[in-house]
């Protein structure tokens, strides 16, 4: 390149920057950080959650941003390994200077920026599922799907109406499934459950044939849990089919995808699973409180995407909502208000259910919001 | 000549680490410069391996990884101190490849990349599955280091040891190669039957580097571990052995810098690409393969190259 042309492109970069630079001072934009598992094995939660984040953020931005400011989405993917996580929420806090961060697909990556965004008094809002997310209380980490732990007291109080009292567990060895495990065994005793055969596998075998044909040949055994995501438990539930056990299979709410239908095909029929609202959208009665919101966020979603919204998708727009709701309430982005106002949201009607957090409680779900639900010819069926 | 450039090399770097953390804006670049350090560490340890030795190791993960989770084990569950840790884990990882060096080394070519890339792997499945001690895919957190009441903490702090142990390790990697130990390993690198012939131990001399190597990897991961908030086992697995390798080849085979350069350049490269979003794999796989088609011989070495053709 000549002299020349090299001038002409660094005035026209002057011009530039001094021109956003002149539009930022007019009203400084919201920042929202954001990492989550886009791609790699955890993407059917991080694609649609992206999804979200980028269609509501724009809407908002068209209709004028919040209090007066554009709302600017930083969104990293960290494909979910959380060694990245952990360098983009660094990113996110140190060099982005973010005002709140909405975000972490999987328990994981969760759990590799709760001391992160601990230290740096950021007000961080999860998607993930485990339960250790928001127990012990951590003062600047919340979360909005139901955890683990409220999964499995549904499954057990299922089983219960159905007469079951033995059942067996096959579980991921990591993250959302070892969670889900260890507190199944926590609140066995409150439903009067038995464990009788209790099997683990790593979230990428691509077969657990070895491992069912275990709980098979265990007597005894009434009913079946599988605590996993992404592709694992489709191939639970294919190898669970083809070993043609009886008993009923439970699903956690980390299935709560067509996606998992799709991967599992026609061995996914019977399999039963607490969810929220969302992926049985009109079939909620009228009466119930939630039905409104879920259904208008599935239509939305259906009109942009052409795919139905999976739970994960809510759980974003639930988390960006609840985020927005609290920057209004403490009229701005000082961070130790913000982290305050979400502690206080109260009567917010999600995707997740009605929410109620407090100081002791980061999520505010309770049970009433989770359905059980069963897969009938490819779809998934309330069966409360 | 050659010592004077030496040092003269090891001058230039210590000025630049010193003055770096001056330029750089916030935290997250420093840690960018502290991942970008670790890597540089392992790559001139590597390097001296299959850059000198003409050997290729496709398990050096493993061996990083084996220092960070004796160092994360011992001391979380241990409550060693970090520093005895460091050690413990120096020394077994240093025995383990003794152990195995004799027998892989006698492998060429393709098959001793197979040994090493097993090694790495049976490595890495351990760690993976036996959950009770390393914690699993989730991970272990090893805490913070400590030394005599002291506590490292900040990327700042660890910048300064990082930037250190680099000095450390480039000193003692050019040493190793102006020896004539380097002389010896280079003649193993031209020819393996030329220099038994001349009355070199080659046995002696790849188990020797194999070692070094291996403990310099694990050395860094020790340190590694205290400096991350949670060791999960992707730092030990076959992809991260794939990244030392490219960092090598990238930055200049047989040449130390090269490897300093390779190493910051592939740990920095893809945060910058971050904006690029979806394309990002893409350009970063197109800059490879540039460099790789008309830098063969690596970055560094070739712009050394023209430099001296520029002035004769």
Known sequence: ?????????????????????????????????????????????????????????????????????????????????????????????????????????????????????????????????????????????????????????????????????????????????????????????????TLVADETYAPKDPDVTAQLTKIKNTPGVQAVINWGFGQSPAVVTKNYKQLGISAPLYQSHGVASKDYIKLAGDAAEGVRLPAAGLVVASQLPDSDMQKAVVVKFQKEYQADFKAEASTFAGHAFDGLQMALAAMQRAGGTDKAKVRDEIEKTSGYIGTGGTVHMSATDHMGLNLSAFHMVEIKKGDFALSN | MKGVSRWAGLGALAVFLAVLPQALPNNYYVDIAVLAGFNAIICVGLNLLIGYAGQISLGHAGFFGLGAYCSAVLVTHHGWPPVLALLAGAILVGLIAFAIARPILKLKGHYLAMATLGIGIIISIVINTEAGITGGPDGIAAGPFTLGGFTLQGERDWYWVVAGLLLLTIWLATNLVDSPVGRAL?????????AEVVGVDTTRYKVMVFVVSAVIASVAGSLFAHY?????????????????????????????????????????????????????????????????????????????AFIQRRRS
């Open chain 2, 186 to 194: 280079r003649a193993l690198h031209g020819s393996e039957v030329g």
């Open chain 1, 1 to 193: 390149m000549s002299m020349k042309s090299w001038k002409n492109l660094a005035s026209a970069a002057a011009v530039a920057l001094t021109a956003s630079f002149g539009a930022a001072q007019a009203a400084e934009p919201i920042k929202i950080g954001a990492f989550l598992s886009a791609t790699g094995p955890a993407s059917f939660l991080g694609d649609p959650e992206k999804k979200v984040l980028e269609k509501y953020v724009a809407e908002y931005n068209k209709a004028g941003g919040i209090m007066g400011r554009k709302i600017d989405l930083i969104l990293y993917d960290d494909a979910g390994a959380a060694d990245k996580a952990s360098s983009f929420v660094k990113r996110l806090i140190e060099n982005d200077k973010v005002d709140v961060i909405v975000g972490g697909s999987t328990t994981g990556t969760t759990m590799a920026a709760v001391p992160l965004v601990e230290a740096a008094g950021m007000p961080f809002i999860s998607l993930a599922g485990a339960v250790v997310i928001i127990e012990p209380v951590k003062k600047w980490v919340f979360k909005t799907p139901h955890t683990d732990r409220m999964a499995a007291e549904k499954i057990f109080s299922d089983m219960k109406k159905k007469g079951i009292t033995k059942y067996a567990m096959i579980s991921e060895n990591a993250g959302f499934g070892k969670s889900g495990h260890d507190e199944t065994l926590k609140v066995q005793g409150n439903y009067g459950m």
């Open chain 2, 228 to 304: 991350v908030p949670q060791l999960t086992p992707t730092k030990a697995d076959f992809f991260k052995s794939i990244e030392l390798v490219t960092m090598v080849v990238f930055g200049g085979m047989a040449s130390t810098f090269g490897a300093l350069v390779g190493a910051a350049f592939l740990t920095t490269l893809p945060q910058f690409l971050t904006v690029f979003e979806d394309y990002e794999p893409i350009i970063l796989g197109g800059i490879m393969m540039g460099t790789m088609i008309f830098m063969p011989r690596g970055l560094v070495p070739t712009i050394a």
